[in-house]
């Protein structure tokens, strides 16, 4: 299981960042073994390709995380209310 404290810190410099919205969804969870996995509900999604989408996030984590801390996350999935209805 992943640190308490990196999962926290990784979901508040996604929130307090990019993803700041009151509607923007976090959800920070266990990977396998001591990794992170992300998933971001956001409307600034909209119209963006996948890995649009994959460098929004990312730029995020690399500008305000250091290399020890963002290296945790082995999955990101970032999606827009719109695409979650049309599934």
Not at 33 to 41: M, R, T, Y
Not at 49 to 60: A, F, G, N, P, Y
């Amino acid at each position: 299981m992943t640190n308490e404290y990196i999962k926290k810190k990784v979901y508040d410099v996604l929130k307090k960042g990019y993803f700041s919205d009151p509607d923007d969804a976090i959800d920070v969870s266990d990977g396998p073994e001591d990794s992170i996995h992300l998933v971001i509900f956001s409307r600034k999604f909209n119209g963006k390709t996948m890995k649009e989408k994959h460098d929004l996030i990312w730029s995020e984590l690399m500008q305000k995380l250091d290399a020890d801390t963002w290296g945790k996350v082995s999955l990101s999935i970032g999606a827009s209310p719109e695409e979650i209805k049309a599934t």
